[in-house]
């Protein structure tokens, strides 16, 4: 009976979907309180479990473990409704603190399991854990958290928890401190939040910006996947700022002083010159050159045969610059290729 009652207890508290009922006590055995608990039949409480002898008349509290037992009775269980109770206890805590410490201990569909000083286990969902997205959920494990309590649900005995809103949060608080001491013109550090096509968004100390496109590179052959990960810690300018929208327009190049403004003196014409293939037209080749110049090598000036591989280095010879294109055009070096 006792490992049966174990096993149906197990089942019960995995379920967590029992209501705790106050009962009665009508009699009571060596073994056993019997419990008018509002059915048409009794229900009984192992002793073991309740942990001492009641008296006739006591009231207790308990849930339905089993609804009919083969003697007809229901098995009750006191150490749910205790189970019930501390869980109870511990939400409501919780919703009036807001805030809980906790450690990531598994991954499941959807997010992380969280263990919690409370001795329960809350839902940490994958799109609550961060600001900027999860690339590597493994690094998480283990991981002491921070968090705020999203939800309650007590029917079925869950909590969620967001990461996520407690740093939007705190964010929101530091943006206002952040926004009123940065300039125009000002060079920072930042956090890489997204990279897209389109450019980089960078977390400027709780303040959302975003490097176009075209103020990664002065040369403009650098792409935003070329520049930057997630995660990663970059130096940015400050072009604009949006104090209604809390925004920045950021620029990486603009950090340095356009290279175009010596590039004849950098990049004489018969001189020879190293360069990397990047990108390739209709009409030709865009070339990397150092100190991040684009150079460009027409199709029709390459020997018969020959194609240029991306991502390879190549010599070329500069032909002339294209001042209004802001580009050096090149030739092709008939000597051996190194």
């Not at 060596?30 to 008296?55: H, Q």
């Not at 511990?90 to 992380?112: F, H, N, P, T």
């Not at 075209?214 to 810690?233: H, N, Y």
């Amino acid at each position: 009976m006792e490992g049966e009652f174990a096993r149906l207890l197990e089942k019960s508290f995995k379920r967590l979907n029992n209501e705790i009922i106050t009962g009665t006590v009508v009699k009571v055995t060596d073994r056993e309180a019997f419990i008018d608990f509002g059915w048409k039949s009794e229900g009984i409480v192992p002793l073991k479990e309740l942990g001492y002898k009641p008296k006739i008349g006591e009231e207790i509290d308990v849930c339905v473990v089993e609804p009919e037992t083969e003697e007809g009775y229901a098995l009750l269980s006191v150490n749910c409704a205790r189970s019930i109770k501390e869980w109870e206890k511990i939400a409501s805590d919780l919703e009036k603190k807001g805030v809980i410490r906790g450690r990531i201990k598994q991954r499941v569909r959807g997010g992380y399991k969280v263990a919690i000083s409370q001795g329960i286990t809350v839902f940490l969902p994958m799109s609550q854990v961060d600001i900027m997205p999860v690339t590597k959920p493994d690094d998480w494990l283990d991981r002491e958290i921070e968090a705020k309590v999203l939800s309650v649900d007590r029917k079925r005995r869950s909590i969620v928890i967001s990461r996520r809103k407690l740093l939007e949060e705190k964010r929101a608080k530091m943006r206002k401190e952040t926004l009123e001491k940065l300039k125009e013109g000002d060079v920072v550090e930042g956090i890489v939040k997204n990279v897209v096509d389109f450019g980089i968004f960078v977390d400027v100390q709780g303040v959302d910006g975003l490097v176009h496109k075209s103020d990664i590179s002065w040369s403009g052959l650098k792409t935003p996947f070329d520049t930057a990960e997630i995660g990663d810690r970059i130096k940015v300018k400050i072009k604009k700022i949006d104090r209604e929208k809390e925004r920045l327009v950021l620029s990486i190049k603009d950090i340095s002083e356009d290279p175009w403004l010596e590039v004849n003196k950098r990049y004489k014409v018969g001189t020879l010159v190293k360069g990397i293939i990047v990108r390739e037209d209709k009409s030709g080749y865009w070339i990397e050159l150092p100190d991040d110049i684009a150079g460009y090598v027409p199709v029709d000036t390459l020997p018969k045969g020959i194609k240029l591989k991306y991502h390879h280095k190549y010599r070329f010879m500069v032909d002339r610059i294209d001042e209004e294109k802001r580009r050096v055009i090149l030739k092709w070096q008939e000597e051996r290729q190194k």
